[in-house]
């Protein structure tokens, strides 16, 4: 059976696990300080934990490896005592036997391990087993916790070798504390300060980022005890290799130059799989356009969009609290780093304590990042452009070939040129609908647009200038228009120079009865709007012309 310690086409990560590798020599003497291995979700912790583990298990005897991953169906503290003891006697047997398939061979209840153990003519095991029976009968559940987690640095004082301790997914230890709070006592996860400190027994902690940095640096000091080891990226070079040794296992025929396109996944090597898995199923060879509808599908409804959508569900699990959510994530995807807390609050019609509470929510889930004083998007593009297209679908119930453009119209590497657009200023006077109204239709005759579609982009038009921007009460002078046909959508912008006009929901429901799509946007200049008009292909040419 293959080992989960075993994958095949790990890459990279040659210093990390130089690095974590190395640590055994300093255990030794015992100067080993806890690690805090952090980095965003996907980014591969596990993967290299597990790789850390298999290189201590494999490759040497002078510290013992055991590996633990908190569980979310731990129930009370006697069965993580239970479980993470089971784990550490089964495990420093197998490493004894060199044999990994012990570890995942089957399942093992406590009486077997307790049987393995008192068999296994290990003396230290034996001790070990022993201490646990005699903690377990205290009936006292945090003296229980306490001996089990201090079982590898008992074992380290019976043998004199280190043991190194590899923790995934710590962060669920605080769910499980809080759920089984002994009296006052939540944070007893920080008991594991003792082996910590002992030098002789590292720990290496790692899990969700955002909410380890809260448990070690904000709600308790224990980070004074870990060096900080921030996971990023894959280099280019190994993403590329990833990529490349994904598409053979698959049997891609791959028709692009593979480095090309591998900066949009950021190095994440999660992103880089589920692109190759996706790739595999869609029919045919890896082509610059299959690649883009590969990526364009995987973003609106693969595998990486559902990772996305389950998390903001899970963060924002008020049904009514979403559209406003992802309304304020799609400004902050937009904005610069340190939008204004108030403006956006303004912007959007939302009180500061929404705002707040949202952002706190996102922060959890580590889409927002906050500095002391700043939030911003993760640097994420992927994430980003889900966020991107789920508004566009859901909130600017925009069309499809709209939010194709807006996820890969600029990212294309053969970008096709900018197809032809008219742009002209009017007067802001009170005859600039009029003025407007027809330039629409010699334009849209131009363009063979049919005449219905333009008669219906007229009628939104009036009502635009007739009841939503009135510039010469804004003391406007100008308006600033531009049309275009991009890919069957006719675009036709309107550009309110210095002011900031917002969209009320009834304007949007008026508006939105003519077109198939309306956004409003804050620009450098002013206020950006646009109508949009699907034309079907065979609709084209049917034109007045
Ligand atoms: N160095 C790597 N080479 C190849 N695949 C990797 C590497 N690191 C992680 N992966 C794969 O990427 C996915 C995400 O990695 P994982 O370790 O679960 O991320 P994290 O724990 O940071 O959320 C997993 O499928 C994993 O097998
Ligand atoms: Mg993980």
Not at 229 to 250: H, I, P, Q, V, W
Request: glycine letters at 6%.
């Amino acid at each position: 059976m293959p080992s989960h310690f075993i994958m095949k086409n790990f890459t990279g990560r040659d210093r990390e696990l130089e690095v974590l590798g190395n640590i055994h020599s300093e255990a030794k003497s015992g100067d080993a300080a806890g690690i805090f291995l952090s980095g965003r979700s996907g980014i591969g912790k596990t993967e290299l934990l597990r790789q850390v583990f298999y290189h201590y298990f494999s490759r040497q005897n002078n510290a013992v490896p055991f590996f633990y991953t908190v569980r979310t169906s731990l129930t009370s503290l006697e069965h993580f005592s239970k479980d993470y003891f089971c784990s550490f006697i089964v495990q420093s047997l197998a490493f004894l036997k060199k044999d990994i398939s012990m570890i995942e061979a089957c399942v093992y209840s406590f009486e077997d391990v307790m049987e393995l153990a008192k068999e296994s003519g290990v003396r230290w095991i034996i001790d070990i087993a022993d201490d646990y029976e005699q903690a377990r009968k205290s009936s006292d559940p945090l003296n229980l916790f306490l001996s089990t987690i201090l079982a590898p640095y008992r074992s380290y004082l019976l043998t004199g070798v280190p043991v190194i301790v590899l923790l995934d997914d710590f962060h669920k230890m605080k769910k499980f504390c809080e759920i089984n709070a002994v009296g006052d006592n939540r944070d007893f996860w920080m008991l594991f300060e003792t082996p910590v400190k002992s030098g002789h027994t590292p720990h290496i902690f790692s899990g969700n980022q955002a909410e380890l940095n809260r448990m070690f640096f904000e709600d308790t000091l224990f980070g004074e005890y870990l060096e900080l080891f921030n996971l990023s990226g894959l280099a280019r070079d190994d993403a590329a290799k990833y990529f490349k040794a994904l598409c053979e296992t698959y049997g891609l025929d791959v028709r692009i130059e593979l480095s090309d396109f591998i900066d949009l996944f950021g190095g994440s090597p999660y992103y880089i799989r589920n692109f190759a898995q996706a790739a595999r199923q869609s029919s045919g060879a890896l082509s610059e356009d299959n690649f883009w509808l590969v990526y364009l599908s995987e973003l609106t409804k693969g595998k990486t969009f559902k990772y996305w959508l389950s998390l903001l569900k899970t963060h924002v699990p008020r049904f009514n609290q979403r559209k406003p959510s992802l309304g304020f994530l799609y400004q902050l995807c937009k904005k610069a780093p340190d939008a204004a807390l108030p403006g956006l609050a303004d912007e959007m019609s939302v009180s500061r304590e929404e705002m707040e509470q949202s952002i706190e929510l996102f922060r959890e889930s580590g889409i927002v990042e906050t500095g002391f004083s700043t939030f911003e998007v993760a640097d994420d593009s992927i994430m980003v452009d889900i966020i991107k297209g789920l508004y566009l679908k859901e909130v600017g119930l925009e069309p499809w070939s709209r939010i194709k453009e807006t996820l890969t119209g600029d990212k294309r590497v053969h970008a096709k040129p900018e197809p032809p657009s008219f742009t002209l200023n009017i007067p802001a006077t009170s005859k600039a609908e009029f003025v407007a109204v027809k330039t629409i239709e010699y334009i849209a005759l131009n363009f063979n647009i049919p005449s219905g579609i333009t008669g219906q982009l007229q009628i939104a038009f009036a009502d635009l200038f007739g009841n939503v921007i009135d510039g010469p009460g804004r003391g406007i002078e100008n308006y600033f228009l531009k049309f275009q046909l991009r890919e069957n959508i006719f675009y036709a912008e309107i550009t309110i120079p210095y002011v900031n006009i917002v969209l009320t929901d009834a304007d949007r429901t008026r508006l939105r009865a003519y077109l198939d799509g309306l956004t409003s946007e804050s620009v450098a200049e002013g206020t950006k709007i646009t109508l949009l008009k699907e034309i079907s292909a065979d609709s084209v040419g049917a034109g007045s012309l």
